[in-house]
Protein backbone atom coordinates (compact mmCIF):
# COMPACT_ATOMS: atom_id res chain seq x y z
CA UNK A 1 0.00 0.00 0.00
CA UNK A 2 1.70 2.94 0.90
CA UNK A 3 5.23 1.54 0.76
CA UNK A 4 4.91 0.70 -2.62
CA UNK A 5 4.08 4.32 -3.82
CA UNK A 6 6.85 5.74 -2.53
CA UNK A 7 9.36 3.63 -4.97
CA UNK A 8 7.20 5.01 -8.00
CA UNK A 9 7.47 8.42 -6.73
CA UNK A 10 10.95 8.07 -6.26
CA UNK A 11 11.52 6.20 -10.11
CA UNK A 12 9.31 9.03 -11.21
CA UNK A 13 11.09 12.03 -9.75
CA UNK A 14 14.68 10.06 -10.57
CA UNK A 15 13.82 10.15 -14.11
CA UNK A 16 12.82 13.36 -14.20
CA UNK A 17 15.54 15.17 -12.05
CA UNK A 18 18.00 12.73 -14.11
CA UNK A 19 17.71 14.88 -17.15
CA UNK A 20 19.17 17.73 -14.92
CA UNK A 21 22.62 15.52 -13.78
CA UNK A 22 21.49 14.54 -10.73
CA UNK A 23 20.04 10.80 -9.91
CA UNK A 24 19.82 11.40 -5.72
CA UNK A 25 16.44 10.56 -4.63
CA UNK A 26 16.70 13.11 -1.58
CA UNK A 27 16.83 16.37 -4.17
CA UNK A 28 13.45 17.07 -5.42
CA UNK A 29 12.71 17.99 -8.90
CA UNK A 30 12.60 21.82 -8.01
CA UNK A 31 15.53 22.32 -6.47
CA UNK A 32 17.47 20.35 -8.95
CA UNK A 33 16.03 22.30 -11.87
CA UNK A 34 16.70 25.72 -9.77
CA UNK A 35 20.37 24.32 -9.08
CA UNK A 36 20.69 23.18 -13.19
CA UNK A 37 19.96 26.85 -14.18
CA UNK A 38 23.12 28.75 -13.26
CA UNK A 39 25.21 25.60 -14.82
CA UNK A 40 23.61 25.91 -18.43
CA UNK A 41 25.96 26.03 -20.72
CA UNK A 42 25.98 29.66 -21.81
CA UNK A 43 28.61 28.16 -25.34
CA UNK A 44 26.20 25.63 -26.38
CA UNK A 45 23.30 28.00 -26.12
CA UNK A 46 24.57 31.07 -27.77
CA UNK A 47 26.01 27.84 -30.62
CA UNK A 48 21.94 26.73 -30.99
CA UNK A 49 21.24 30.29 -31.40
CA UNK A 50 23.99 30.78 -34.37
CA UNK A 51 22.68 27.32 -35.81
CA UNK A 52 19.27 28.89 -36.03
CA UNK A 53 20.04 31.70 -37.56
CA UNK A 54 22.62 30.00 -39.93
CA UNK A 55 19.39 28.11 -40.61
CA UNK A 56 17.05 30.68 -41.06
CA UNK A 57 19.56 32.54 -43.42
CA UNK A 58 19.85 29.53 -45.72
CA UNK A 59 16.25 29.15 -45.84
CA UNK A 60 15.65 33.13 -47.03
CA UNK A 61 17.95 32.87 -49.87
CA UNK A 62 16.61 29.55 -50.82
CA UNK A 63 13.48 31.46 -51.27
CA UNK A 64 15.56 34.36 -52.44
CA UNK A 65 16.84 32.32 -55.32
CA UNK A 66 13.94 31.01 -56.34
CA UNK A 67 12.38 33.96 -56.96
CA UNK A 68 15.62 35.53 -58.59
CA UNK A 69 14.98 33.09 -60.91
CA UNK A 70 11.44 33.29 -61.82
CA UNK A 71 11.78 37.51 -62.60
CA UNK A 72 15.32 36.33 -64.50
CA UNK A 73 12.90 35.67 -67.61
CA UNK A 74 16.55 35.29 -69.78
CA UNK A 75 17.95 32.77 -67.40
CA UNK A 76 21.39 34.54 -67.42
CA UNK A 77 22.17 34.69 -64.08
CA UNK A 78 21.26 38.41 -63.96
CA UNK A 79 17.91 40.72 -62.97
CA UNK A 80 18.02 43.91 -66.00
CA UNK A 81 15.78 46.87 -65.09
CA UNK A 82 13.35 45.41 -68.16
CA UNK A 83 13.28 42.04 -65.86
CA UNK A 84 12.18 43.65 -63.09
CA UNK A 85 10.01 46.38 -63.94
CA UNK A 86 7.86 43.50 -65.82
CA UNK A 87 7.96 41.06 -62.25
CA UNK A 88 6.66 44.29 -60.50
CA UNK A 89 3.40 44.37 -63.19
CA UNK A 90 2.80 40.68 -62.84
CA UNK A 91 3.36 41.44 -59.10
CA UNK A 92 0.60 44.44 -58.77
CA UNK A 93 -2.10 42.52 -61.12
CA UNK A 94 -2.20 39.70 -58.31
CA UNK A 95 -2.49 42.31 -55.68
CA UNK A 96 1.27 42.68 -54.48
CA UNK A 97 2.46 45.66 -54.67
CA UNK A 98 6.29 45.95 -53.06
CA UNK A 99 7.68 49.11 -55.14
CA UNK A 100 5.82 51.47 -57.81
CA UNK A 101 5.98 49.86 -60.96
CA UNK A 102 7.68 52.77 -62.45
CA UNK A 103 10.99 52.97 -64.06
CA UNK A 104 12.08 55.48 -61.66
CA UNK A 105 11.29 53.46 -58.68
CA UNK A 106 13.23 50.27 -60.43
CA UNK A 107 15.89 52.60 -61.04
CA UNK A 108 16.38 53.51 -57.37
CA UNK A 109 15.72 50.09 -56.43
CA UNK A 110 18.69 49.30 -58.79
CA UNK A 111 20.85 51.22 -57.68
CA UNK A 112 20.38 50.50 -54.05
CA UNK A 113 20.83 46.82 -54.54
CA UNK A 114 23.67 46.70 -57.78
CA UNK A 115 26.36 46.54 -55.41
CA UNK A 116 29.03 46.37 -57.95
CA UNK A 117 27.69 49.06 -59.65
CA UNK A 118 27.54 47.01 -63.47
CA UNK A 119 23.74 48.01 -64.07
CA UNK A 120 21.93 44.80 -63.81
CA UNK A 121 21.37 42.39 -59.94
CA UNK A 122 22.92 39.32 -59.82
CA UNK A 123 22.11 36.33 -57.54
CA UNK A 124 23.75 37.51 -54.38
CA UNK A 125 22.91 41.33 -54.81
CA UNK A 126 19.04 39.99 -54.55
CA UNK A 127 19.39 37.63 -52.01
CA UNK A 128 21.40 40.19 -50.20
CA UNK A 129 18.25 42.59 -50.73
CA UNK A 130 15.75 40.15 -49.80
CA UNK A 131 17.40 38.89 -46.57
CA UNK A 132 17.98 42.71 -45.37
CA UNK A 133 13.91 43.42 -46.99
CA UNK A 134 12.99 40.26 -44.88
CA UNK A 135 14.59 41.16 -41.50
CA UNK A 136 13.11 44.82 -41.81
CA UNK A 137 9.75 43.55 -42.48
CA UNK A 138 10.64 41.04 -39.12
CA UNK A 139 12.11 44.05 -37.03
CA UNK A 140 8.98 45.68 -38.66
CA UNK A 141 6.36 43.36 -37.02
CA UNK A 142 7.96 42.81 -33.66
CA UNK A 143 8.16 46.66 -33.25
CA UNK A 144 11.81 46.81 -33.15
CA UNK A 145 12.93 50.35 -34.81
CA UNK A 146 9.31 50.94 -36.08
CA UNK A 147 10.13 54.85 -34.99
CA UNK A 148 6.63 55.21 -33.06
CA UNK A 149 6.12 55.70 -29.33
Known amino acids: SGGNNSPLLLGRRNTK ?11 GQQATIGMALPQLDKEALLEHKKRQSEAE ?22 LTKEEVLDALKRMNKEGVTLIPATEEAVEIMMRE ?27 RKSGINSGRS
Open 17 to 27: TAAFGSKSPQM
Open 57 to 78: LEKRRKMAKDAFNIIDIDHDGF
Open 113 to 139: VDEDGDGQIDMDEFANMMVKTSMTMGA
